[in-house]
């Protein structure tokens, strides 16, 4: 846990080199339109929102866990005598699919709905702008849009209230939509895709059990540090990560421990805000890009890919960001960890951190948080990631758009390498990392 509260990189041991302290490209760019409501009682703004953007007659889209768990009633009390919704769409699967979306899209045309509330974790965030893609462009060809910037113009008003403290969707301008025949998952980015606000609530996360509190806070720490440390990166986006880590550093383990901790509910919502902020600011890397892979492949939940993988990427990376992994110490051990520990030594202290709060968040969840593939089991209790599944995930990661912003290029032998040794739960072995 850092130590102190807000926090202020200090400045590098070689006076003479300041610029490492701080990366600063010679152009960037950095966009977050989205209005941000967040506190113990931010529904009831609900309906002053809706005002604001001329909407009546608002689509709820969630998925049966939220709607079972009683979340859409409280969406729907705090909206209650001020807002008529239209229907309830409560069936979005775990991996949300073209099929899906379209289905959705044919919902919101015939009960006309005039904008979209998304109730749900990221699955059912990524629906909801996909659906909203369709029904403002007045099409039935969502692949028509793939890729970036492929839209042209705003879309119709979406509300986004995240129930996990993961995704960050809510504030980024990436929606990711699994094509079941290609077994791949397809990305979709333009700045039209960021809802017109956020409402984050602690009551939304207030009943997710650890053993989903555990990885969907990896995954928002998986934003943060891919944010800080890959290619595009930025200060603006490097703020917002930072601030992240420290977060999610300090109240994960504890929030997990404490599931009816409203105030580290509501800090690890904010922490997965700020990190979706950065790093649609500033893209991901390999961590994503294996994990998009082995979700499309395997369908292993995302938060899981991404706990496990980390820690490789990290590893992978660090002849080429050395310094970027090292500066990560401070916000996640605090000042006085990062003063005491040696230059050329905080680097692997800040993998090994990692590592650790991995195992803390297993011991936590009774081994339900797993640190390796071979750990995972399907639904049934088969093991969900084969090592016979590893070369399949690899050719498909070959073609996943993160791929680019990775420090160190990938081919297929890369990420059998990282795969491999993730499967295995072993630190990698980076004397076989090829240097480009």
Avoid at 66 to 86: I, N, Q, R, Y
Avoid at 93 to 121: F, K, Q, T
Avoid at 171 to 176: D, E, G, K, Q
Avoid at 237 to 256: F, G, K, R, W, Y
Wanted: aromatic share 4%.
């Amino acid at each position: 846990m850092p130590q102190g509260s807000s926090w202020h990189m200090p400045m590098p041991d070689n006076p003479s080199n300041k610029e490492a302290a701080m990366y600063l490209p010679d152009y960037y760019e950095f966009c977050c339109r989205v209005k941000t409501v967040a506190g113990h009682q931010a529904l009831e703004t609900i309906p002053d929102l809706l005002s604001d953007m001329g909407a009546q007659k608002p689509m709820i889209v969630t998925d049966q866990g939220v709607s079972g768990a009683g979340l859409v009633d409280t969406v729907m009390t705090a909206m209650a005598g001020k807002v008529t919704p239209g229907p309830v769409a409560d069936d979005v699967p775990p991996d949300s699919d073209l099929r899906m979306v379209n289905g959705l899209a044919s919902v919101y045309r015939e009960n006309g709905c005039d904008a979209i509330i998304a109730v749900g974790g990221g699955s059912v965030l990524d629906t909801a702008k996909a659906v909203n893609i369709l029904v403002s462009e007045g099409s039935d060809d969502l692949m028509a849009f793939t890729g970036a910037n492929a839209l042209k113009r705003k879309l119709k008003p979406l509300i986004a209230i995240p129930t996990t403290a993961g995704t960050g969707s809510e504030v980024t301008i990436v929606a990711v939509i699994a094509d079941p025949d290609k077994r791949r998952k397809m990305l979709f980015t333009s700045p039209f895709l960021l809802p017109d606000a956020a409402v984050i609530d602690s009551r939304m996360t207030l009943t997710l059990p650890p053993h989903i509190t555990a990885p969907t806070g990896m995954d928002a720490l998986s934003h943060a540090v891919e944010a800080y440390t890959c290619l595009a990166k930025n200060p603006l986006s490097d703020a917002h990560a930072l601030e992240a880590i420290e977060l999610i550093s300090t109240h994960l383990v504890n929030t997990v421990k404490n599931p009816g901790d409203r105030d580290g509910r509501l800090a690890l919502a904010t922490a997965a805000t700020l990190a979706g902020i950065a790093f649609s600011n500033s893209m991901v890397g390999m961590v994503h890009t294996l994990g998009h892979s082995v979700g499309s492949v395997c369908h292993v939940p995302h938060g899981t890919c991404m706990a496990i993988l980390l820690p490789y990427g990290l590893e992978y990376n660090m002849h080429k960001v050395e310094d970027r992994i090292a500066e990560l110490l401070f916000p996640l051990a605090g000042s006085e960890v990062y003063a005491s520990t040696r230059p050329h030594d905080r680097a692997t202290a800040a993998i090994s951190l990692i590592r650790k709060l991995n195992q803390d968040l297993f011991d936590a969840t009774n081994g339900r948080h797993c640190t390796a593939f071979n750990q995972v089991k399907t639904p049934e209790g088969h093991p969900a990631v084969c090592s016979r599944d590893l070369e399949a995930i690899a050719r498909t990661a070959l073609g996943d758009g993160s791929i680019f912003y990775n420090p160190e290029e990938l081919d297929f032998d890369d990420c059998m390498l990282v795969l491999s040794a993730a499967w295995d739960g072993t630190p990698l072995d980076r004397s076989k990392v090829k240097q480009g």
